[in-house]
């Protein structure tokens, strides 16, 4: 069966219920056949990127019940208080800030653009940010397609746009999780209206609260039908959920690190040679389970990040920070090879 499998991934004929089987399978099986897949399609190569989150804001109007962050500390940054986090990302050779925040009535279109043309008028860095649920809003707000925002988005400096707000792209399980954002259907739209406009962007699962494993298969399955129509995913980056101070962590518990490792193998025997890179977020499991992830499926190691204030919200307690050389170290203790990358997985010359 495991031959079948790994033959079927490689041809990307891998179905639904194949994938609920194998979930049923011995584990070691299911590790094996995804290190395999991943030698086979990327190498023996993890990269990862010198980067900076910055979160300009705590403040946020949707109140999903899995949030730490929502007016954690309470704070908005300044335009000067952005440009000087980009000055020390930058300062240390980062190659991407990623902006982050919650969602207020008064970001909308303008307020992006004139926030990413100064960012552009500063720094020549490449710019991450915005997900489906902040376009959705932002376009509203301003009254404008989402077609139109994305392109005014784009013409003010934004060069890809991130995944989040998927959570788990299963409208039953969002309706308890976060009843505010978009649906499925949109955020389908969206992400691919971005895609039509050749912005590429990340895509993201959040795995752990109270969704089943048939549910994290549709999801994957979702975005492996997007990625087959538009090309325009970099990555996925699964994110195990985080439940301190938050609603959603007084019902679900949060996944067990089996299931971290189950998650990006299944992924990776789901989403094949479609969508070649599978993150393991060192912020999110540790560095340790990231290795395991690694031989697990995984093939990058995300971002050096610098500051992470979401998931130290909810209980990260794995640090914020990983320098090049902490990269090097930990990809090589597990005789792989580091690759230093862009957003759009080019490697980096240093």
Not at 152 to 171: H, N, P, Q, R, Y
Not at 289 to 301: E, F, K, P, T
Request: glycine share 6%.
């Amino acid at each position: 069966m495991m031959e079948t499998i790994y033959q079927s991934s490689l041809e990307g004929e891998i179905t639904r219920e194949d994938a609920i089987k194998l979930l049923d399978s011995n584990h070691f099986q299911l590790f094996d056949i995804a290190n395999r897949l991943r030698h086979e399609i990327v190498g023996d190569e993890v990269s990862f990127v010198v980067n900076r989150n910055i979160d300009i804001t705590d403040h946020c109007m949707i109140g999903c019940t899995f949030c730490s962050f929502r007016d954690n500390i309470g704070y908005e940054m300044t335009t000067e208080e952005i440009l000087q986090s980009i000055k020390e990302a930058v300062d240390v050779g980062a190659t991407e800030i990623c902006l982050f925040g919650g969602v207020m009535p008064y970001m909308d279109v303008e307020f992006y653009c004139n926030l990413f043309s100064t960012i552009k008028e500063h720094y020549n860095i490449h710019l991450h940010s915005l997900s489906p649920v902040e376009v959705y809003h932002a376009a509203k707000t301003s009254q404008m397609t989402i077609k139109d925002s994305l392109s005014a988005f784009k013409d003010s400096g934004l060069d890809t746009m991130t995944g989040a707000s998927a959570e788990i792209l299963v409208d039953r399980v969002r309706a308890k999780l976060c009843p505010n954002k978009v649906s499925t259907p949109e955020w389908v739209d969206i992400i691919t209206e971005a895609h039509n406009l050749s912005i590429p962007t990340t895509s993201t699962i959040m795995y752990g609260t109270i969704e089943t494993w048939e549910d994290r298969i549709d999801h994957l399955i979702i975005l492996r039908d997007i990625q087959r129509e538009t090309g325009g995913f970099t990555e996925l980056v699964p994110m195990t959920f985080l439940g301190e101070n938050n609603l959603m962590g007084q019902q679900a518990r949060g996944a067990s690190g089996l299931d971290d490792l189950k998650l990006h193998a299944i992924a990776r025997i789901i989403l094949g040679k479609d969508l070649p890179n599978i993150q393991a977020s060192w912020i999110k499991i540790g560095t340790r389970m990231a290795q395991m992830a690694l031989c697990c499926g995984a093939n990058d190691m995300g971002g050096t990040m610098m500051e992470d204030k979401i998931s130290i919200a909810a209980g990260s307690s794995h640090g914020e920070y990983l320098s090049r050389g902490q990269m090097h170290a930990t990809i090589e203790a597990i005789d792989r090879v580091p690759v230093e990358r862009n957003t759009t997985y080019e490697p980096v010359n240093i």
